[in-house]
């Protein structure tokens, strides 16, 4: 449990803003610009987290900003080809 006046209660908030901002956006997609900021808040996140020696939640949500981030970004010009 994170006390009320840690430091790490204000990195748990930008973190959970941060993963916040990188799921919607890993499901809005917005023709690639959407993964493209979820890929990079999932790394955000990630290296806060890592940095934080565990102490910071949601390792899990990072992962999947970098994923289905990457997905998307994969799946971008895969659909640019097949659709011309």
């Known amino acids: 449990m994170i006390e009320e006046n840690s430091p790490n209660l204000e990195l748990q908030i930008k973190v959970s803003k941060i993963l916040s901002r990188g799921f919607v956006f890993s499901i809005v997609w917005l023709a690639g610009l959407g993964s493209l900021i979820a890929l990079i808040s999932g790394f955000q ?3 806060i987290i890592n940095q934080s020696q565990d102490k910071i ?3 899990k ?3 999947w900003c ?3 981030g990457g997905l998307g970004i994969i799946i971008l010009p895969i659909s640019i080809f097949l659709y011309r």
């Open 45 to 47: 996140a990630l290296k």
């Open 57 to 59: 939640a949601g390792i």
């Open 61 to 63: 949500m990072a992962w």
């Open 66 to 68: 970098i994923i289905v």
